[in-house]
């Protein structure tokens, strides 16, 4: 029997809604385990494969490059043409006399979404190999505190709202960065909705496993 097995064989788990006692057991795909007492949930099967995590991070940071370098959309009025970026658009309301809104944006719409997209890919990548990064658990908790700082959704919503009212008043073509900024919100979407913790410390278990059996 392999030693992954025989572990999760004596792996417990306390409910934490009744704080139940019980052992965990293999779930199908997409499946939840509940709690017999209460009918809470206790934990869920497996929502993804660790290629297609590493895939959809990968896809996120490529589209996530893109939204940066390229103008989110041009502006026509009057014989004038106008075109920004994101960082334009921080740079502008700087400029403006906005300095908090200017950081909020920064924050919400590109650090965060870069140290997310970094700390995965900083996790992934070597598990994918079958080895463990250094200092995982950094990586892990800086994952979990930045992810309720992205506010994509939040920030695409204001720029078709704002689009829209200027659309009156000037002609406006959407930029290759506003279709990539779409699709980089689904695919974060996904990733967001796919990623699984026990999943991920499973993978996590897998390496070390692989690694001590490597050493002679």
Not at 70 to 82: H, K, M, Y
Not at 113 to 136: D, I, N, Q, T
Not at 162 to 167: A, D, I, N, R
Request: glycine share 4%; charged share 15%; hydrophobic share 55%.
């Amino acid at each position: 029997m392999k030693a992954a097995e025989t572990a999760a064989r004596h792996r417990w788990i306390a409910c934490e809604q009744c704080d139940l006692l019980q052992r965990e057991v293999d779930l199908a795909e997409r499946s939840d385990a509940h709690c017999p007492r209460c009918n809470a949930v206790l934990y869920r099967g497996s929502r993804a494969r660790l290629d297609t995590m590493i895939a959809l991070a990968l896809g996120c940071a490529i589209m996530f490059l893109v939204t940066n370098m390229f103008p989110i959309a041009a502006l026509s009025t009057q014989g004038i043409d106008v075109s920004t970026t994101l960082f334009g658009t921080v740079h502008v309301l700087t400029e403006q006399e906005r300095p908090l809104v200017a950081m909020l944006m920064f924050v919400t719409t590109i650090l965060v979404p870069a140290l997310e997209l970094s700390a995965l890919l900083y996790m992934l990548l070597p598990l994918r190999f079958g080895r463990v990064p250094a200092s995982l658990s950094t990586a892990f908790r800086l994952l979990l505190a930045a992810h309720p700082w992205s506010m994509l959704e939040v920030f695409l919503l204001g720029l078709l709202v704002t689009l829209v009212k200027l659309s009156e008043l000037a002609t406006i073509v959407p930029g290759i960065a506003f279709w990539s900024f779409c699709g980089m919100i689904v695919l974060f979407s996904w990733l967001s909705a796919s990623f699984s913790t026990r999943d991920f410390w499973h993978w996590v278990e897998a390496a070390r496993e692989g690694e001590r059996k490597a050493v002679p």
